[in-house]
């Protein structure tokens, strides 16, 4: 069974950096694009940055300059470092990635379970 597990989130101050991390986990064949979602309350999910497996990245106007996401493909990991947290980025974050497995070649997307992050202004 596949996992992806979300760790880095808590509490900071505007201005402040946090570093998020999510591991994939499981009989994992292939990983395609791995990305970063957030939900704050009351509003729609939505893309915080995409990574493909050739490294090529995009975002959100909202964090454009301020965040970097990265991956690992040796340890199935992606990481998103936020530097100059605004209060408006509070929301829970979710990693998310198109995964295939030996039991099926075909990619599935694969979510985690969200890290709260919160921005105290």
């Known amino acids: 069974q596949v996992q992806l597990v979300e760790s880095g989130g808590g509490l900071v101050q505007a201005g402040g950096s946090l570093r998020l991390s999510c591991a994939a986990s499981?009989?994992?064949?292939?990983?395609?694009?791995m990305g970063w979602y957030r939900q704050a309350p009351g509003k729609q999910r939505e893309l915080v940055a995409r990574?493909?497996?050739?490294?090529?990245?995009n975002y959100a106007d909202s964090v454009k300059g301020r965040f970097t996401i990265s991956r690992d493909n040796a340890k199935n990991t992606v990481y998103l470092q936020m530097n100059s947290l605004k209060f408006e980025d509070t929301a829970v974050y979710y990693c998310?990635?198109?995964?295939?497995?030996?039991?099926?070649?075909?990619?599935?997307?694969?979510w985690g379970q969200g890290t709260q992050v919160t921005v105290s202004s």
């Open positions: 998310n990635a198109q995964i295939s497995t030996y039991d099926s070649r075909w990619f599935v997307v694969r």
């Open positions: 990574i493909t497996n050739g490294g090529s990245t």
């Open positions: 499981g009989r994992i064949f292939s990983i395609n694009d």
